[in-house]
């Protein structure tokens, strides 16, 4: 019980990143894809200067804010899977808080100088407001190398190091590792690892085509054809729908939550009686104070 307990207590910490990562994800849906969807309507963009601006924050907000919690999740996995001596100090709650207050200070840090370069501008070809890649050639190559690259790096040298791992153990190379490898432990792995190619898959080509286009402007630029632009962009774009389907796919705990809330949507009355079962079940596992005292004794002895 004490194992188990102090198992679920782990992946607390370790599910603290992926609700942050959600957050990111739903922070693109709030505001940039309903003026988008505007501009797609209006055939040019109608808000004004001030909301393009706010739109292009709040979207670089997502991309960078994502790309950073892939990497922290990526490195707590690493931490829980490859150095689990030492998981419980680096990744107990308090830290752990530490380090998402960290993970989304560093995004706002990475896309206020956007605001010094005059870098979000409303580009017709994709109707939105969005980081121009044409504005400075040494600031879109840091962004590409910094914001791009570098997590990527780190994220593939941890899912490297933890493959490594899994495949020792699945043929018995570490039989005197005292840590065994939980199929959860296995599930929610691939579940990020996923995540992970995913999100390289869709926003490698746009941040190539700027990497590209910034060592070279005038002779690689005219060359790029429009399409493979804004293919690359709503590639981009399409990530963030993406990973609560990899949720609902690989995670059977999602899977049963999306099938309650799409009954729930569907036989609105379900709600309430859920709600009222939810009740009657809590006031029935209720025990009295001699009785919970006798288990809590039991527990010791045992």
């Not at 940039?32 to 309507?41: G, H, N």
């Not at 570490?174 to 926003?203: P, S």
């Not at 981009?236 to 949507?265: D, H, M």
Request: with cysteine; proline share 4%.
């Amino acid at each position: 019980m004490a194992e188990e307990g102090l198992w679920r207590e782990q992946h607390i910490e370790g599910n603290i990143f992926v609700v942050s990562l959600s957050v990111a994800d739903l922070v693109v849906a709030v505001y940039p894809y309903p003026l988008i969807l505007s501009a797609i309507f209006h055939n040019g963009w109608t808000m004004g200067n001030v909301h393009c601006q706010i739109s292009g924050f709040l979207m670089g907000l997502s991309v960078i804010g994502s790309i950073f919690n892939i990497t922290a999740i990526a490195i707590n996995r690493y931490c829980y899977i490859c150095h689990s001596l030492r998981y419980d100090k680096l990744f107990n709650l308090k830290n752990t808080c530490c380090y998402l207050c960290l993970t989304w200070i560093l995004t706002v840090v990475a896309i206020v100088p956007n605001f010094f370069v005059g870098s979000l501008q409303y580009d017709p070809r994709i109707y939105s407001c969005t980081f121009a890649q044409t504005v400075s050639t040494s600031y879109t190559i840091t962004v590409v190398v910094v914001h791009f690259i570098v997590p990527l790096s780190v994220v593939t040298f941890c899912y490297l190091r933890i493959w490594i791992l899994v495949i020792q153990v699945k043929h018995r190379v570490r039989q005197d590792c005292k840590k065994k490898l939980r199929a959860a432990d296995i599930r929610n792995f691939l579940t990020m690892f996923v995540v992970f190619v995913l999100f390289a898959v869709c926003w490698g080509p746009l941040n190539f085509i700027g990497l590209a286009v910034s060592i070279n402007p005038s002779k690689v630029q005219p060359h790029i054809p429009e399409w493979l632009f804004v293919l690359s962009y709503f590639m981009a774009y399409f990530n963030s729908c993406l990973n609560a389907v990899i949720y609902g796919l690989l995670n059977q705990n999602f899977r049963k939550e999306y099938k309650r809330i799409l009954l729930t949507l569907w036989t609105p009355r379900l709600l309430f009686i859920d709600v009222s079962k939810g009740g009657t079940e809590g006031m029935k596992s209720k025990h009295s104070p001699a009785i919970t005292t006798n288990n809590n004794h039991a527990e010791i002895h045992l």
